[in-house]
């Protein structure tokens, strides 16, 4: 079992850059999880940012591909979300999501949430215009 906390929310303006940050806590090694973000935006669903899995492999939205870069320090049990180029669309609540390692799979499995068992509360980020 791990504990997520996530950090570094706020209100910033288009054209800023933002970097998420998520605090494993547990009895297990974090660098035994699989480790993704996702977003909620006001009246919409839950939906895939991006993951870092246990050995490095990363995936990415479209819409965050080549402006955020995730990360993970197995040492610090963080993981790290950098965004730059927000845009108001970027607007939502990102959370935290960690699942038990698999053997490699795909971004069709690592996109969706239902594949998480661990979950954050969330961290708002609001992009003005």
């Known amino acids: 079992q791990i504990q997520l906390v996530e950090s570094g929310g706020g209100l910033v303006q288009t054209g800023d850059s933002l970097t998420l940050s998520c605090a494993g806590s547990g009895r297990t090694s974090f660098s035994t999880y699989d480790m993704a973000w996702f977003r909620q935006a006001p009246g919409k669903e839950r939906e895939f940012v991006a993951v870092v899995t246990w050995s490095q492999t990363t995936y990415y939205a479209d819409s965050l591909k080549g402006r955020s870069t995730i990360s993970r320090d197995n040492a610090e049990a963080t993981m790290l979300l950098q965004i730059n180029s927000l845009k108001p669309e970027d607007t939502a609540v990102y959370y935290c999501?960690?699942?038990?390692?698999?053997?490699?799979?795909?971004?069709?499995?690592?996109?969706?949430?239902?594949?998480?068992?661990?979950w954050g509360q969330g961290t708002q980020v609001t992009v003005s215009s």
């Open positions: 999501a960690a699942r038990v390692k698999v053997l490699s799979q795909g971004y069709d499995f690592y996109s969706r949430s239902r594949m998480y068992r661990y």
